[in-house]
């Protein structure tokens, strides 16, 4: 077992993944006007390819990947760990915000004649912010660290929101803030009772130690519970329309694709990495249920919006809901497991996809038509094909249907809940797709009318295409193969306790 | 000459503490701002005055000492000059 | 010595009963004001756990400049005549709240008895490691700072940095690149200027001998430049120094000195230590005073900018 | 009672207030405040965390009390950022609260 606590070839990669866009903060900051800009564009292709060369060493060796910081070893220093689910969380973080990145470009360039402008200083520094905060999020092996890390994600996602100063937009990311630094003082709270318990917060070094006691209950409790505030799960999702709905399209679809992924992750990690040896059926089962409440809520909701971005962004709150059903359903080393353990990542990577594909569309919308009420889009698919292509295109992996990624993940997720006896939760996710139909329609069929509408402006192409090439991508996640699902199990505690 | 320098130490802490509680009172108690201000400032100087007088004695090192002395004349300067910009202050208010 | 215990009740009430009085005040500015007060307070309750590191670290931030922070916020808040209390939530409500409050602070009340004994604790790790390869210094908190725990220390600059360009990001499109005003003052007030010149040079004294014995006493890197960041506040309230434009470079490299030099030692750890953020075992105490130094100048530029607010906005008289 | 067993109830005090005062002041400086006494009660149960942990010739943990240390400056960091926020709010005239529904006041200058 002590290879969990050395250093593995290929554990350097890890660190430079960090490093590096905490450097290009650093040089965005230093430089400021136009180089932040650049140091983040320029940085986008390394960190691909350190995100893939990671996943590589990773799939090669079969086993997670560790570096111990200072070769110091835990639980006195941090060690860093990509195991499988690290590693496709990492290359999917590269692609959104390299997409990102370039589809902000003609939004956030410094204008010229000014030096540096405020929002675009903001937008570049906040972007490779976001990134750094998900690295270390997705390898990290201290629950003192991910603190850390979760605030960084705090920092860097609250001033996106608020990037274009409307008052509305102020008060949504005051709202924002306000939620997501509950969320970590009750994960704080919950880490130093951890730590209170059993003196150390290696996740490894805690799996093998934590007993079913008050403490760690409570500790787990807590830290779900500031978890869920973060991930907008309902009935804690009052903050997530307002503050995903006014930022500027490309913070929109980082926020809503991976922000809330963020955190989501860390329960991951916590129930099935920290605390998988608690038997936690019924801690399980309102999870689900809070999970199936937000599908049918915030489909419902996403129904009744005027605005675009705001349907979308009610649409976020539902489809984060069918990730909680990976509680009832992957826990315990069952034969159902591993299949909900995919189709839960299937679902984050569908949802990632489609949503940032979604709130592109919706950005070019807007600048084209200088609006983004529903009810005024008449005849506007017939003079932004390209666009309203996108949107069907991830419409239909939200709605779960074939061929795409979010059926596959729906598909495994109704498999795996008739197997394991558990046919309840099929409900909500089949109402979740009809809902998902419904509101997607609502968008295409006053588009796809007869009426004629003026252009403010036509969009850029570059942009459109950088939309679609997200969609299609949510799309191909349907025929993934099978060794996504091996990738998934690399270092997952439970996997080894199958026979 | 020990029995002596405790006997200081007791009486010095013994006279500042009464001149915290006394300033303290008068801060409670005092009818206007100026004249809980005249409490505050001149009383507290004195107590803490009295206070690291009576631990110069227990001090360690040279150093301590003079670190105790620096923390009085430290607090000499920030109380007094507050005591002035409160004093302004309130003098603007009435106006 | 029996007297004590009666003390720490009596402190622990006093600490209830302030910050009561800051939720239950009426006026935002009395409870504001109950804050700053509840700050400090807290500060003694560190010295008697035992915490000289934290309990500075509380009486210069929880107390000091969150103090200023706070004060100069409510001000101008109350300056601005639209606070609106909002509407006082119905008696429902408040129940509710009430009880789920009371019943958060029991189930914590009854874990923290509930605690194992033996405590673990990584006491024993810290002191032989103290004497190991790690750091050679005095005071364990500045080597877990500092050398086992280099990555959260450095993550939480980069996370000061970020609250900075957070704060700036809130000002008008306009004023981008101007000084942050809330500190400039229309008239110096003579006092004010006297205590600033009396006041600072002893002070950054001060600040930097508690940065240099954090090696091995209590103090260190953060306590110090916060005492530093005091200090310049001071002198710019007082009118002698201005604030600095928000694009000044010198501004923005201090800021970053700090998290730059840490990661530039850090990834050369890789090439000169064999490990990333490893210091050589017989440098290790002057490459982590030096890192420290730098350290010392981000927060002392960050804590000021950090109260100062966002760019270009009018002081209110 | 030793000093650390009152200190964590007085931490577990400390959070039960912060928490009756972030879900009942509607003003979000008022919510500020009382988060910050949350944050301070969950430094404070770090806090016995750390005193129960002496040993070997320490009178703490000295991992915990490092952890705190980070833990005060991300907080102070977090309420400088709300009150950067609700001072821009009420700067571009808009009422401070919370409420997504209340509409600017018609004499204030809108942030463009």
Known sequence: MTELWTTTPGGYLIVLAILLPLAGIILSFTLGGRSAERVALGSTPFGLALACAIALHVGRAGKPIVYVIGALEPPLGIALRADGISAIMLITTAVIVTAAALYARAKFATPDGIRESRSSLIFWIMLQSIWAALIIIFVSGDLFNLYVALELLTFAAVPLVCIDGRPETLVAALRYLLFALFGSICYLLGVALLYGAHGTLDIPLLAQRVQSTPVVWTAAALMTGGLLAKTALFPLHLWLPPAHANAPAAASAVLSSLVVKGSFFLTLRLWFYVLPGLSADQAAMVIGCLGSAAIIAGSVMALRQARLKLLIAYSTVAQIGYLFLVFPLATGAQSWSAMSWSACFMQILAHAFAKAAMFFSAGLLAEALGHDQIARLGGAARVLPLTFLTIALSGLSLMGLPPSGGFSAKWLMLQASIISGQWFWTLPILAGGLLAAGYVYRILAPALSDDRISLKSSPKRSQEVLALGLAMIAIALGFMPQTFSDILEIGRPIAAALP | MIAFLDLLSIAAIAAGTFFFFAGTVGLLRFPDSLSRLHALTKVDNLGLGLIVLGLLPRAESALSALKLVVIWALVLLSGASTAQLIGRALRRGRK | ?317 | MTPSVIAGLLGAALVGLGLYGLILHPHPLRKLLAFNLIGSGVFLVFGIVARRGAAAGLRFDPVPQAMIITGIVVAFAASAVAVALILRLSAVGRRVTLDPEVPTRPDGGDAK
């Open chain 3, 1 to 317: 010595m029996s007297l004590l215990p009666y003390l720490d009740i009596c402190l622990a009430l006093l600490v209830v009963a302030v910050a009561f009085w800051t939720i239950a005040a009426r006026d935002l500015f009395a409870s504001v004001v109950g804050y700053v007060a509840y700050g400090l307070l807290l500060a003694f309750v560190w010295i008697r756990l035992y915490a000289p590191d934290v309990a500075l670290t509380e009486a210069a931030v929880g107390g000091g400049v969150t103090g200023v922070l706070l004060i100069t916020a409510g001000k101008r808040l109350g300056g601005l005549r639209n606070v609106g209390q909002g509407e006082r939530p119905g008696f429902g409500l408040s129940l509710v709240a009430g009880v789920l409050a009371a019943a958060v602070a029991g189930a914590l009340c009854a874990v923290i008895l509930m605690l194992p004994d033996p405590p673990p604790s990584l006491a024993p790790e810290a002191v032989a490691a103290i004497h190991g390869a790690g750091a050679g210094l005095g005071n364990p908190i500045t080597a877990v700072l500092m050398s086992y725990r280099s990555f959260d220390t450095m993550l939480e600059k980069m996370v000061l940095i970020l609250a900075v360009v957070g704060v700036w990001s809130v000002g008008a499109d306009n004023a981008w690149g101007g000084a942050p005003a809330p500190f400039r003052v229309s008239k110096p007030d003579a006092p004010m200027v006297f205590l600033a010149q009396m006041l600072a040079p002893v002070g950054v004294l001060i600040g930097i001998h508690i940065f240099w014995v954090g090696a091995d006493e209590p103090g260190g890197a953060f306590q110090g430049g916060a005492l530093l960041a005091a200090m310049w506040m001071v002198t710019m309230m007082a009118g002698v120094a201005q604030p600095p434009r928000v694009d000044a470079r010198w501004l923005r490299v201090a800021l970053v000195a700090g998290p730059a030099v840490f990661l530039v030692i850090g990834l050369a750890g890789g090439v000169v230590a064999g490990s990333f953020f490893a210091y050589p075992p017989a440098l290790a105490k002057p490459i982590i005073l030096f890192i420290e130094a730098f350290m010392v100048l981000s927060i002392a530029a960050a804590l000021p900018m950090l109260v100062a607010g966002s760019p270009g906005e009018r002081p209110d008289r």
